[in-house]
């Protein structure tokens, strides 16, 4: 049973524009969460992260919202630029773990 | 410094054969795992590891043996392919202490089984 869920496969925005990316997930015991990008041909790279202490983490145009009563994060990247389309990873862990859980993905394409 | 090195990139197999999938790492990192990826079905665990001679079940683990007889590899076995294997898989590392924000991937082996 997929316990981190990406419910869009794909998503388009116009450059300059925000991008939004949701994920929810089910597993109570998750208190870190991450955000992966990743290009064709390449490996899966770290974006952003957040701990369940929070409810918001911000790096440069990438912001990630926690609300930890529903279960679900966003990523929210503004403005959008040609170079951000790639399929975005979101991932989860428990305490004390090492693993990561990972959603399905989600295809960003920002439109120039 | 190379990071973590995956080989081969890409490989064909047939049903039956076998074969490993190298994964090597520089950074002194304790922590290994193997990921595949399917599409709908994100990144799934395979095998873990958090220090040479020390192995564990992932998500996935059936059809996979994986062994760490050094800290730097990684090696991830197949014996007897099947096309359900067919694939992208990942190696991935991180140093001890850190969370999981600190992985780093390899780039990737592409595996067809025909």
């Known amino acids: 049973d997929q316990q981190v869920k990406q419910n869009s496969p794909s998503l388009s925005v116009q450059e300059g524009r925000i991008s939004i990316l949701n994920c929810d997930y089910t597993?109570?015991?998750?208190?870190?969460f991450l955000w992966y990008k990743k290009y064709p041909a390449e490996g899966p790279t770290f974006l952003i992260s957040?701990?369940?202490?929070?409810d918001k983490n911000e790096d440069g145009r990438f912001t990630v919202f926690l609300n930890k009563s529903a279960k679900h994060l966003s990523l929210h990247i503004v403005p959008s630029q040609p170079g951000d389309s790639a399929v975005y990873f979101c991932?989860?862990?428990?305490?004390?773990?090492?693993?990561?859980?990972f959603g399905t993905g989600t295809r960003l394409t920002v439109i120039p | 410094n190379a990071g973590v090195t995956q080989t081969p990139k890409f490989q064909v197999l047939k049903t039956g054969q076998s074969m490993t999938l190298q994964c090597a790492q520089d950074?002194?990192?304790?922590?290994m795992s193997w990921y595949r990826q399917d599409p709908g079905m994100g990144l799934r665990l395979i095998h873990y590891?958090?220090?040479?001679?020390?192995?564990d079940q992932g998500e996935v683990p059936n059809g996979y043996n994986v062994s760490r007889s050094t800290t730097e590899d990684f090696p991830l076995r197949l014996l007897s392919a099947a096309p359900s294997q067919t694939s992208v898989y990942f190696c991935?590392?991180?140093?001890?202490?850190?969370?999981?924000?600190?992985?780093?991937f390899g780039s990737g082996t592409r595996l067809t089984v025909v």
């Open positions: 991932a989860a862990s428990a305490r004390g773990a090492n693993n990561l859980f």
């Open positions: 950074m002194n990192h304790e922590y």
């Open positions: 957040i701990s369940s202490i929070k």
């Open positions: 597993n109570s015991m998750f208190d870190y």
């Open positions: 991935a590392s991180k140093p001890p202490g850190l969370r999981p924000g600190g992985y780093t």
């Open positions: 590891s958090v220090g040479a001679g020390i192995t």
